[in-house]
């Protein structure tokens, strides 16, 4: 009874740990990606463990995983019958088949990704109860999720501190007692395993202590990211431009949990536009500060419309003045979402699309019939230009649709009061809600705040974003000065969202690609990525504004004293800007798109995690494959490898070939057993005597320093046929 309970207490233990260890692969996710209800995957993985744990048989213990998985997509996805679930996720699962074989992995739904990443997961879990109970070694694996950890430490917003503590308190722990474990097995020590044990843990705290206490240097680039892609960059231009040789956050990312932190200009093209007008190319809104930065709002409505056909999304009253537009659009980076200006009304392309409006964000993408996202690589549009009367906005009363105020003034509850106080103090005396944002846009132009992209603060723990920028640092790009304009007019209780997506872009000489008369040509590469701010006036609807040092609305605002203006290019951006012949831009597009530089962008913005899951767990699946058919491939390797070497020592390392060889195959040799008694045993496993006659030959060699060179050839077919019989 006590021996029980003692292995029960010691499976438990290493269970725990091994779970712990798997999870902390999990944890990141949500920071890193758009993974989100993370915590249905922890507890998949806890339920896998905690079944190999109790024993269970295997069937048994597949039907509850398959349960639970099926349980977890129908709550996150289908909300369905628990009938009905089963016939979708078979139909999802057939239909998924050709698509995995042909590579097509943006064609995947998010439901099947999850089945896939739920598999991932079950495998993992077998492989580490596989290391723990049967290799009893799990040095590789810990090894893996150090480097998985501090990778995305270093190149993430992921903080991996703690994870960091944890790996090395728990890691080592889990590898000190496993190593204890294969040497009580191996009888290498009868006692003192409550003397090791107090030992390892008294060195790991020691490591501990030290490693927290100790004084820390600080670090020497603010993003190793910069570092590389800015080494690939021409010598050249690191002489010009010295910013290069540091920093990083480049272009347009799906995550902005985190704001904060340096950016470097990349020239990397993301698309070409045909356009009548200069605007913003919108691509998301998000409504919810977090303290740290944005998220969504968690929706399940989604529009969707015909190519070619309105839209029917209302942007403005019809009281606004507007201008139909047309404009065309070529991707260059495989990007899924749809690239827009505020006031679009239809989207045309060749393909037989249906397209998807996610209300919460604004955020479009391309689907074919059956909601399979599609990456256009060309599409046409017609938008609404709007010209904005200064004297309507003036005039525009209090918002009162309580449920649009409520979700747009949210604000957290850590926002600082200074942050507060700052709001009311500069709209002081002003009337109007448009006299409001004004004062608060012009509040970043004339109170000493400056752009930058590289000394650019991330804030701590304890820190909010916008009042680190406000009252602290005064620097930083976009993100910074929409971010804190959206929350300033919050606070005084004006509806106001932040908007992501791109700038116009540097206009180009020679309309080549359509040589339509009225229009230019504008290249948007990531440099252009940009956020500003959309505020709601009642009567009138939602209307642009930008805070942002260095950069102009290019909407028009127009009264009626004055004929309305086209806003002037950005400071920012004038140099940027001059005319370039686009035969120029597309030949060094092509000449560009082999560097070193381009080569190790599109890796990181086609690679994203979903499709690296995927990737590593075929290859696992392979793993584990090969290695459960090892016995019958490997001997043949083995037979492969020999036939070529050469050497007088050619015979003593086939023999010690042939020695790993049976071990695997199953006849272990004891350690107090000589090598003749073993052959003997081998011998009489297999009924030959091959195995003495190898092994009088091997102790010839060894202890009498004599040749084989001329015996080899009458050995081998000796050593040939215990090599296949291993394989047997």
Not at 259 to 287: C, S
């Amino acid at each position: 009874m006590v021996n029980a309970i003692k292995n029960l207490g010691k499976n438990l233990l290493i269970y725990g740990l091994a779970c712990w260890l798997l999870i902390e692969w999990l944890l990141p996710l949500e920071t890193v990606s758009d993974t989100r209800n993370v915590q249905v995957f922890i507890w998949f993985v806890s339920v896998c463990f905690l079944l190999y744990l109790l024993r269970i048989p295997v069937w048994l213990s597949a039907f509850i995983k398959i349960a639970y998985m099926v349980c977890a997509l129908n709550t996150l996805f289908y909300h369905v019958s628990y009938l009905q679930v089963l016939k979708l996720l078979v139909r999802e699962i057939v239909d998924h088949v050709p698509i995995l074989f042909s590579m097509r992995w943006a064609e995947l739904t998010n439901s099947f990704r999850s089945f896939l990443f739920f598999l991932l997961l079950w495998m993992m879990a077998y492989l580490l109860h596989y290391w723990l109970f049967t290799q009893k070694r799990l040095f590789f694996f810990y090894v893996l999720t150090v480097t998985y950890i501090t990778v995305l430490d270093t190149f993430t917003m992921f903080r991996g501190n703690g994870a960091i503590i944890r790996l090395v308190v728990f890691g080592f722990f889990l590898l000190s007692f496993l190593h204890i474990e294969r040497l009580r097995e191996k009888a290498s020590i009868a006692g003192g395993i409550r003397k090791w044990t107090v030992f390892c843990l008294c060195l790991i705290g020691l490591a501990f202590i030290c490693g927290y206490f100790s004084p820390k240097l600080p670090p020497k680039w603010p993003d190793p990211v910069a570092f590389v892609r800015s080494y690939a960059a021409p010598q050249e231009e690191k002489r010009n431009d010295p910013a290069l040789a540091k920093v990083k956050k480049i272009g347009y990312g799906q995550n902005d949990s985190r704001l904060g932190g340096p950016f470097i200009a990349d020239d990397t093209v993301v698309f070409i536009a045909e356009d009548q007008k200069r605007h913003y190319w919108r691509v998301e809104t998000k409504d919810i500060y977090t303290g740290k930065g944005w998220e969504s709002s968690d929706s399940v409505q989604v529009k969707t419309f015909e190519k070619n056909t309105d839209i029917g999304y209302s942007w403005w009253n019809l009281s606004v003045k507007k201008q139909t537009m047309t404009a065309s659009i070529h991707i260059k980076e495989p990007y899924f979402h749809i690239v827009y200006p505020l006031g679009l009304k239809t989207i045309d392309t060749p393909e037989d699309i249906v397209f998807r409006l996610d209300t919460a964000t604004e955020k479009m993408y391309a689907t074919d019939r059956s909601a399979y996202a599609i990456m256009l690589r060309t599409y046409n549009i017609t938008y609404e230009y709007p010209t904005f009367s200064i004297d309507k906005l003036n005039a525009a009363p209090s918002v009162q649709d309580e449920g649009l105020k409520k979700r747009y003034t949210q604000l957290p509850e850590s926002v600082p009061k200074r942050v507060r106080d700052l709001a009311k103090q500069i709209v002081k005396g002003k009337q109007t809600q448009y006299e409001q944002v004004k004062a608060i846009e012009q509040y970043f132009h004339m109170n000493g705040y400056v752009y930058e992209t590289s000394d650019v603060a991330i804030p701590g723990e304890k820190d909010d974003y916008v009042d680190q920028f406000l009252f602290e640092t005064k620097k930083g790009y976009c993100d910074n000065f929409s971010t804190s304009m959206v929350v300033l007019l919050r606070s005084l209780g004006i509806p106001a969202r932040w908007v992501k997506g791109y700038t116009s872009g540097q206009l180009i000489e020679g309309a080549t690609l359509g040589e339509e008369e009225g229009k230019n040509v504008y290249q948007v590469t990531n440099k252009d990525a940009h956020s500003w701010v959309e505020v709601y006036f009642s009567g009138i609807g939602w209307v642009p504004f930008e805070p942002t040092q260095g950069f102009a609305n290019p909407y028009e605002f127009t009264d009626l004293q004055s004929t309305p203006e086209t806003a002037p290019v950005p400071r920012q951006r004038r140099l940027e800007q001059g005319r370039v012949p686009i035969k120029d831009v597309m030949e060094q597009d092509r000449s560009s798109s082999s560097s070193v530089k381009e080569t190790f962008a599109s890796f990181l913005d086609i690679w994203s995690w979903k499709r690296i899951t995927i990737v590593v767990s075929i290859l696992l699946a392979c793993a584990l494959v090969l290695y459960k058919t090892r016995r019958k491939w490997w001997p043949y390797v083995t037979l492969f490898l020999f036939k070529y070497k050469r050497g007088n020592d050619r015979f003593t390392k086939a023999y010690l070939s042939l020695l790993r060889h049976l071990d695997d195959y199953g006849l272990k040799r004891k350690q107090d057993q000589t090598l003749r008694q073993y052959a003997a045993y081998v011998d009489d496993w297999f009924q030959t005597k091959e195995m003495t006659k190898l092994t009088l030959l091997y102790e010839k060699v060894i202890y009498q320093q004599e040749t084989v060179r001329v015996e080899w050839a009458e050995v081998k077919e000796l050593w040939e046929n215990l090599i296949k019989k291993t394989a047997s």
